[in-house]
């Protein structure tokens, strides 16, 4: 295992120029005609996004001034890269660069969410009053932009990195998730299970009361699962990191998934010291630079990465990123909660299907998927795994649901 560069950041890989600046310059520079008008309202000298994003996370966002326009407007942006970009922008020739409605961001890096709430345009002091713009950009426009806000907040309270340090090399030793996968397939001639423990979830509720995690996991392993996926979450999914660390302590075999909501390197490093053997990355949060930097740390921390797209164009991103092995195919639209199982067959067609294969990546069909006909359906539609929650954790003994998932048993002393 190469070293582990923990106590000062990763450094930022070889070859990984930050974008050009012209990258951005139509985001800069073009303007949304559909905005609702701006009004100015008397604030408290800061409200508290407004606080929280100044603080300092890993990336400011940025604000400048609209140069040519008399209506201000607010630049955000969702990644360290283009941010550093913005910061570029203002000091490449000492005058306000011209910005971004926050309708705009919208595309950055390829993201459609905006990683931080937007602050809105500085104070401004007239006489003994101060005022601030009013505008749509503190408040969260889906579930996943309120999620990945919240997550941001979270980070700010963590242990620094170095404390992970020693916690990291008394870490279970890492299962191999991807082996795990194709030795199922190969065993079955069905999807590979990655069963997930999960309590419960922003769109469905509680999905469980009696929710025993270990008990849970032990059934799944018993019946079948090749992996298991751990919500980690606790607000939105009532999930936790002592989950994943009882599981592993509790002598099961299945290698683990964190699922989180990944926003900062560091969580990886807290993913691996709780016995994760491989993470979540969602392609909806994540730039490509995010995603191929951690995709380094994950190497050198000797976990698996599952990167989860929902539409063509995240697919498209990450079928460029090298070094990708498994790919999850999320059915349901995490802005929206909108389930689509044929979401899954519509991003595996074609060309991309043809890329997938040469390129021996595995897809993992994720999220809606209820009966063997829905199995099969993901199947004929190129999945080499199945990623499901809600429809085995509802019945009463979650692993024996497998078999009515499936249509047969799966389970490995049936097989033998
Ligand atoms: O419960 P379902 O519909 O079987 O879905 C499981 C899993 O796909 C879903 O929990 C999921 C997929 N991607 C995510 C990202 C974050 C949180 C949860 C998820």
Redesign the pocket.
């Known amino acids: 295992m190469e070293a582990l560069a923990i106590g000062s950041a990763p450094p930022r890989p070889p070859g990984l120029a930050l974008p050009p600046l012209t990258r951005h310059h139509h985001l800069l520079l073009h303007r949304s005609k559909t905005l609702a008008p701006r009004r100015l309202v008397a604030a408290a000298p800061m409200d508290a996004a407004a606080a929280a994003a100044g603080r300092g996370g890993p990336a400011p966002p940025r604000c400048a001034r609209a140069e040519t326009d008399s209506e201000d407007a607010v630049a955000t942006t969702s990644s360290p890269h283009s941010a550093e970009a913005a910061g570029a922008a203002e000091q490449g020739n000492g005058a306000p660069a011209p910005v971004a409605d926050a309708a705009d961001v919208e595309g950055v890096d390829g993201i459609r969410i905006r990683r931080r709430p937007v602050t809105g345009p500085p104070v401004h002091y007239v006489g003994p009053f101060q005022f601030r713009l009013e505008n749509e950009g503190n408040t969260p426009r889906n579930i996943l932009e309120r999620i990945v806000w919240d997550k941001e907040a979270e980070m700010k309270e963590r242990r620094p990195l170095y404390m992970l340090k020693g916690p990291l090399e008394n870490a279970p030793p890492v299962r191999d998730f991807v082996g795990a996968l194709k030795a199922s397939f190969d065993r079955t001639g069905l999807p590979a299970l990655v069963a ?1 423990v ?1 309590k419960a ?1 922003p769109s ?1 509720g509680v999905l469980r009361e009696d929710f025993e995690p270990v008990q849970i996991a032990q059934t799944y392993e018993k019946n079948g699962a090749a992996c298991l ?1 751990v ?1 980690t ?1 606790a607000k939105y ?1 009532q999930g936790s990191f002592d989950y994943l660390d009882a599981i592993r302590n509790a002598g099961i075999q299945c290698p683990l998934l964190c ?1 989180e ?1 990944i926003v900062d390197a560091w969580q990886l490093y807290y993913a691996r010291l709780k016995g994760a053997d491989a993470v ?1 990355l ?1 392609a909806a949060v994540l730039p490509d630079l995010d995603i191929k930097y951690m995709l380094k740390i994950c190497k050198i921390l000797g976990m698996a990465a599952l990167v ?1 797209v929902h539409d063509e164009r995240e697919m498209d991103r990450v079928l460029g990123i090298d070094g990708v092995q498994l790919i ?1 195919i ?1 059915n ?1 639209n ?1 802005e929206t909660f909108q ?1 689509d199982i044929s979401n899954t067959k519509n991003l595996l067609e074609g060309e991309r299907g043809q890329t997938i294969a040469q390129k021996g990546i595995i897809v993992v069909g ?4 209820f009966t063997p006909d829905h199995i099969s359906f993901v199947q004929d539609a190129g999945v080499k795994a199945v ?5 085995l954790i509802k019945q009463e003994d979650p692993g024996k649901a497998i078999a009515g998932l499936f249509g047969k048993d799966i389970s490995p002393v049936s097989a033998a």
């Open positions: 997930e999960k979830s469905r996926s919500l979450d999914f699922k909501f979540l969602i989860e999850g999320n349901r995490l389930v994720e999220s809606g998927l990623l499901v929650g809600e429809s």
